[in-house]
């Protein structure tokens, strides 16, 4: 008989991504950018906190120079639906001018959050811009925005774990499940 399912997976109602199957392909994402930076420094702008777990393991497999800023931004509000208004507290004096820099989120959801963001890269002039998420839900977006690296395509969903959240919790699942509808 298998052990009965305790703790926070026991809130799941299945797990959609296994932690092997998400440090895989983490590492082939990592490949690949070590290949397109190569040569270079890379700027890395974290979106807190979802993508915390995501760029931690992604950026240990990057054997170029990194420099990691990370920015709060927000759209959910602590809801499973966007609220179609993005918060961010960009910090004082963060200027990308001149730098090569990737933006990593957890997930494209409407593109809201990422294409804020990558406007407001875009205007400070980085010598370039790239996007990568962990996961893009397949849905239509409520604005288009340019994602280079996707890790993972998945059905449009609530998920959680590997830092992403469902009010608070369940960021510290290693792997990433939908949530039990209960
Ligand atoms: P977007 O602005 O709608 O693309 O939403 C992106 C942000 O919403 C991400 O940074 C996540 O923090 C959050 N988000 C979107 N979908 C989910 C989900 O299924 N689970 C948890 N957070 C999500
Ligand atoms: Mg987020």
């Known amino acids: 008989m298998p052990a009965p399912v305790t703790g926070v997976l026991a809130d799941l109602d299945r797990i959609l ?4 199957q998400i440090q895989s392909r983490v590492a082939e994402m990592a490949a690949t950018l070590n290949r397109h930076y190569a040569n270079k420094t890379v700027s890395v702008l974290a979106l807190m906190d979802g993508a915390l777990f995501f760029v931690a393991d992604l950026l240990r497999h990057l054997e170029v120079p990194v420099r990691l800023y990370t920015v709060s931004a927000s759209s959910y509000h602590g809801g499973t639906a966007s609220s179609g208004e993005v918060r961010m507290n960009w ?3 963060l200027d990308f001018q001149g730098q090569d820099v990737l933006l990593l989120d ?3 959801d409407t593109g809201l959050t990422l294409g ?6 875009a205007a400070q002039q980085p010598a370039s ?3 990568g998420v962990l996961l893009a839900k397949k849905r239509e977006r409520v604005r288009d925005v340019i994602v280079e690296d ?6 449009d969903e609530f998920v959680v774990g590997y830092g992403m959240d469902y009010q608070g919790r369940f960021r ?5 499940g939908i949530l ?3």
Do not use: H
């Not at 804020?116 to 890269?121: A, Q, S, T, Y």
């Open 17 to 20: 991504l296994s932690t092997e």
């Open 172 to 176: 510290n699942l290693p792997c990433i």
């Open 180 to 182: 039990n509808p209960a």
């Open 116 to 121: 804020v963001l990558r406007d407001k890269i």
């Open 106 to 108: 957890d997930i494209l």
């Open 91 to 93: 910090p004082a004096g």
């Open 129 to 131: 811009l790239r996007t």
């Open 150 to 155: 996707i890790g993972f395509e998945i059905e």
